[in-house]
Every structure is written in structure tokens, then in C-alpha cells.
């Protein structure tokens, strides 16, 4: 497990971006298998339930989760023995007429030192014409609800999904993100498990390099999109956001909190 | 009977800050005509660098948001683009037969 937790260039990255890429790291085996699995759907459960008691052992989901580097992407974020929030199978019909508005799952969600994570599966490569997920980086702090967000068909820097066959990407439940239009021939498989924490999200990840300078660096990623001024909030709202998965209340990018937060109650001698 | 008739095009630019000539972070395009179908995350290429631009290709603005200061206790919220104009092109399409 150790091996494949992420590291904290890798944690500052999804505290700026708000997802996690791991292209093709699910084995063929399982892809192979898995559109017939879709297919046939996976049965519900109830909110809030344990993995281990979700998914059958063996089954797709069970060993998807069990996969290394997902495992090791899943505890870095949520920890040990996340609960399912719920699963969900999308597939997308070829020529079908229209794509989702851009949204951000479930509703509004602003807790500051605790979040969600979806996964998403895809079992198959997903081209560019097949419509992949539309996701939009940087978008995960924004305090919208649901699809209020329609409106926005297009974000300079958005990130249309292409990916090959076994990647997953892990959004924060913030992310604005929604399926493309399939303008390709062939049917496009997703499956969603979104995992809610039961411990507290700080310190998670292989830490070892926590002071180094490439956690800064990734902090301070600035999108196309982002408005002159808005961004340097969204670097502010990060540095929050890092305060709380770290415990480290003194950590800061250029002033930015240090600086707003600074009121002095020592009398001047 | 059929002839043309007027439709209405509406683009929506968003801007990086309230400056008509700031650029394009954001846009959606809606076609009164049905010629086109515009959608989510049909494009990467903004139709327009900056608001400025769409005005010299003949688009209307008909719009422009508000500045409204933060709510009290929200200063350091993010939420919607706030920059958002929006423009419209009155053109000829087939009328509906009578």
C-alpha cells in the first residue's frame, strides 16, 4: 500500500486541480470483463455502506478498489474504510442527442476540512468523438449548485476526457464536470462510486516529501479560466485547504492568508 | 406560405474582469435559426479573444453583469464567473410555413 500512496506533490496537485488521473492501471482481465458487468448493472446499496460489505469478493467493484494504485489514490484522500456513498453505471449511446450541463454532483457541498470522492471507471479507450467526460480543473472550490452552472458550454482550459482502456479519474465532489455528447459509433461505459471519508482527511499520504518545494509549485497552478482576480482567491481558499489536510496552520503561498488574517491584539508598548 | 423571417442568435462571452476588451475565460453560443446545435464541451477554441472583438464581428450587446460587491463574511468565496456579457445577432432564417 505504501508504495502506491500519492505523495504530497501529488496531494497539493489534486488540491489545485481537484482530480486524479491513473491512466490504464486497471488490468485487461478486469476491463474485459467489466462491459458485461455494466451492462448487466450492479446492484444497488444503501447510503453509507462499507465497501467490504457492498461488493462481493471478486466481484468488478471489489477488486477495481483493490486495484494498487487506486487503493493506495483512495486512501491518500479519504483514508481507511471509506463508506459508498452511491454507484452508478453511465453509458452513452452512440448519436445520442445531447450532453449533460456542466455540474457539480449532488448539492452544494462546502465543508473546509473534509470532501468526497468520485471514481470513475472507464473499461474501454474513450476518443475524443465518443465524448468523454468533461471536466473542468480548478473548478472543485466554487461554491455552485448542482447544474446552476448550465449555462457554461465551454471553459478555456477545460479538460475533455480521452483516455485508454482502464483509467480511472478521482474528482472531488466539488468538480464541475459532465458527459459529453457521443458522436462516435460505439456505446461508452462509465462506472461512478462516490466514497465518503469516516476519518479525518490530514496526513493521509506518504508525507515524506511535505517540504518540498514541489508542493508550492502545485498549489500555485493557475487555470486559462480563471479571472484575474477570482484566481488569486482560489490560491487563497487552497492554502485553507492544505491548512486542514495538514494541520499546519502557519503554511501560506506569498502572504496570501497570512497577510489578510494578520490583526494584532498586543498593545505597542 | 414560407419566407424568412428574423431569428435571434445569442452568444454569452465570459471575461476575465468587467472589461469589455479583457479575455475570453468562458462561452456558450444558443442559435434562434436551428441550424446549429450548439453544447457542453463541443469546443476548446473561444469563438472570440475578448468581448471587443465579438463587437467588431457585428454582435449586439445586450447585456453586461452587475458589480456587486461580496456579501459581508463571503469576501474570500468563490462561486460563478463573474464577468459574464452577453450579445445577440438578429438574422435571417426560413419562416415557418403558414
Known amino acids: 500500500m505504501t508504495a502506491h500512496l500519492l505523495t504530497s506533490a501529488q496531494m497539493a496537485r489534486f488540491v489545485a486541480h481537484g482530480f486524479l488521473r491513473l491512466d490504464a492501471v486497471v488490468p485487461d482481465d478486469l476491463n474485459e470483463r467489466a462491459v458485461d458487468v455494466l451492462t448487466a448493472g450492479i446492484p444497488a446499496v444503501p447510503y453509507g455502506t462499507p465497501v467490504a460489505e457492498a461488493f462481493p469478493e471478486g466481484s468488478l467493484p471489489r477488486r477495481l478498489v483493490a486495484v494498487p494504485e487506486v487503493a493506495g489514490a483512495l486512501h491518500s484522500l479519504v483514508g481507511p474504510e471509506p463508506r459508498i456513498d452511491h454507484h452508478a453505471v453511465h453509458v452513452r449511446e452512440p448519436g445520442q442527442g445531447s450532453a449533460q450541463p456542466l455540474h457539480g454532483d449532488a448539492i452544494i457541498d462546502v465543508r473546509p476540512d473534509a470532501f468526497d470522492v468520485q471514481l470513475m471507471y472507464y473499461p474501454r479507450e474513450v476518443t475524443l468523438a465518443a465524448g468523454g467526460t468533461l471536466i473542468v480543473p480548478g473548478s472543485h472550490l466554487r461554491r455552485t449548485n448542482e447544474s446552476d452552472t448550465g449555462r457554461y458550454q465551454n471553459i478555456r482550459g477545460q479538460h475533455r476526457l480521452t483516455c485508454p482502456a482502464g483509467t480511472v479519474v478521482i474528482l472531488h465532489h466539488g468538480l464541475w464536470h459532465g458527459g459529453r455528447r457521443n458522436d462516435g459509433g460505439e456505446r461508452r461505459y462509465m462506472f461512478k462510486i462516490r466514497f465518503n471519508p469516516t476519518v479525518r482527511q490530514r496526513l493521509l499520504w506518504d508525507t515524506r516529501d511535505l517540504a518540498d518545494p514541489a508542493v508550492a509549485e502545485e498549489l500555485r497552478t493557475q487555470f486559462p479560466w480563471y479571472e484575474q482576480a477570482t484566481g488569486r482567491l482560489e490560491l487563497h481558499n487552497r492554502v485553507r485547504l492544505w491548512r486542514a489536510l495538514t494541520g499546519d496552520d502557519t503554511f501560506d503561498l506569498d502572504h496570501w492568508v497570512t497577510r489578510v488574517t494578520n490583526r494584532p491584539t498586543r498593545a505597542a508598548a | ?98
Do not use: C
Not at chain 2, 12 to 40: F, I, R
Not at chain 2, 54 to 76: F, K, N, S, T, V
Not at chain 2, 84 to 94: N, Q, R
Open chain 2, 1 to 98: 406560405m414560407s419566407g424568412t423571417e428574423l431569428r435571434q442568435r445569442v452568444l454569452v462571452l465570459y471575461l476575465s474582469t468587467s472589461a469589455l476588451d479583457s479575455p475570453t475565460v468562458g462561452w456558450a453560443n444558443y442559435d434562434g435559426t436551428g441550424a446549429t446545435s450548439p453544447t457542453t464541451g463541443d469546443g476548446d477554441e473561444p469563438p472570440y479573444p475578448d468581448g471587443v472583438a465579438a463587437l467588431r464581428d457585428g454582435w449586439r450587446l445586450i447585456q453586461a453583469a452587475q458589480l456587486i460587491p461580496p456579501y459581508p463574511g463571503h469576501e474570500y468565496d468563490v462561486s460563478f464567473l463573474k464577468h459574464e456579457f452577453l450579445f445577440e445577432k438578429l438574422v435571417e432564417a426560413p419562416g415557418r410555413a403558414a
